[in-house]
């Protein structure tokens, strides 16, 4: 088996999207190739038929490697939706010596903190710890080395249902396609913006077909993300009532738009929304421009409204804006308006011009995460979920 080559596998609502890259050191990973297919089987990001799903991922794999050669290689899948979940949990421990806080140690804290705070049924996909306290004093660093009786921990945590994950790790597996892990988007995502890098606080938003995510990050630390049932999709269908035209042509009608100059509104012009095999879809630019604004509208109000229910107690200084939807300026607008801050579309500056979509940006995330835990990391989630967990938190620090 070629330990240096991985698969990033990015199931998404409108397609899943593969990297298959070549591990050059652990910070470093060179995409050689990408596939794309259109996905089956996942609506919204909850999955209606595990089998199709499946064979989706597998064609999307075979347009990268020949299927002879897939067995062996280490896939990476990274999922939105899905009943993805994040909370924080406490956890504390004596250390093992008083003399010295270790490794072993923030391991054992990062467990109890775990183990007190995911209810069963639940899987942690990603466990980051947020602050540690020795003796109840705060600590502006990982306390290894640190002499101690108390050893505390708050740690942020993303979690999906067990059964689900089982799920999707079994039907893929089925096609022979080897899962050495699977990662939540948003967060992967987030890293590969090296959004909490720096210390201004922000919010990365990654609107796609079918699911937004969204994850919140200040002084380096991501501390909160969700996966919300928003996205493209919901244009488009408003697009195929209003025009009565096919999805697939209300896709390209809205790709159309997004390229137009807003400042034909208000000016009376008729576009030429015709297909093949259509002759009377002359629509006006005001009237395609109402059906898709206010549904702009709506999405980014709702993701303020959920922003805001989470009561954060210190104001944003940025959006990151990434995902397919941001190729239609009417969203960086409604954000910008909405929660008054500056939003940047971005890509992840380390990706090859030719990649560098922001489309892909989850897709990249998938391939740095593996690119750190690929040597380490074995599929573990049914047998002995605590050993792929400490061997993260090992990588961690
Ligand atoms: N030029 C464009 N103009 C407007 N919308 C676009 C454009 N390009 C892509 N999109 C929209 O972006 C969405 C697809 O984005 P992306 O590839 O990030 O989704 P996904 O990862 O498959 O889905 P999800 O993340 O929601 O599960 C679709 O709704 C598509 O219509
Ligand atoms: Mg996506």
Redesign the pocket.
């Known amino acids: 088996m070629d330990k240096r080559h991985i698969l990033g596998i990015?199931?998404?609502?409108?397609?899943?999207?593969v990297f298959s890259g070549t591990m050059a050191d652990e910070n470093d990973i060179i995409i050689n190739s990408i596939g794309l297919m259109p996905?089956r089987g996942?609506d919204?990001?909850v999955i209606s038929d595990c089998n199709a799903l499946s064979a989706s991922i597998r064609q999307a794999v075979n347009c990268v490697i020949a299927a002879d050669q897939i067995a062996g290689i280490n896939a990476y899948l990274g999922i939105?939706?899905m009943g993805l979940n994040s909370l924080h949990c406490a956890g504390s421990v004596a250390p093992l010596s008083p003399k010295a806080i270790t490794s072993e140690d923030i391991d054992r804290v990062c467990r109890s903190a775990v183990l007190a705070g995911v209810p069963t049924g639940l899987a942690a996909l990603h466990v980051l710890p947020l602050c540690f306290w020795v003796d109840k004093e705060r600590q502006t660093v990982i306390p290894i080395g640190k002499k101690g009786a108390c050893l505390e921990v708050e740690v942020f945590i993303v979690t999906v249902p067990q059964a689900s994950l089982n799920e999707l790790i079994e039907a893929v597996q089925k096609t022979g396609i080897h899962v050495a892990g699977v990662v939540a988007?948003s967060i992967v995502g987030t890293q590969a913006l090296q959004a909490h890098d720096g210390g201004t606080r922000g919010i990365v938003v990654?609107?796609?077909?079918?699911?937004?995510?969204i994850a919140l990050y200040q002084e380096g630390v991501i501390y909160y993300s969700a996966s919300l049932p928003l996205?493209?999709?919901y244009?488009?269908r408003d697009i195929v009532k209003a025009l009565e035209i096919s999805e697939q042509h209300a896709?390209g009608v809205?790709?159309y738009?997004?390229?137009l100059d807003r400042a034909l509104r208000g000016q009376a012009v008729m576009l030429d929304c015709n297909d093949y095999g259509t002759i009377d879809k002359q629509v006006s630019y005001d009237f395609l421009s109402n059906v898709i604004e206010s549904r702009v509208e709506e999405i980014v109000f709702f993701l303020q409204e959920y922003v805001k229910g989470l009561k954060v107690d210190h104001p944003i200084d940025e959006i990151l804006f990434?995902?397919?939807?941001?190729?239609?300026p009417s969203f960086s607008i409604a954000l910008e308006k909405c929660f008054g801050v500056q939003v940047k579309i971005k890509v992840p500056d380390q990706l090859l011009a030719e990649y560098a979509y922001?489309?892909?940006?989850?897709c990249y995330g998938i391939m740095l995460h593996a690119a750190h835990h690929s040597a380490r990391m074995e599929l573990e989630f049914s047998t002995n979920p605590w050993s792929t967990f400490f061997k993260k938190i090992r990588k961690f620090f």
């Open positions: 990015d199931v998404g609502t409108a397609a899943v999207k996905t996942l919204k990001g939105g939706g988007n990654d609107i796609g077909a079918g699911i937004t995510e996205g493209g999709n244009i488009t896709e809205k790709r738009y997004s390229r990434t995902g397919g939807c941001s190729a239609l922001p489309s892909n940006t989850a």
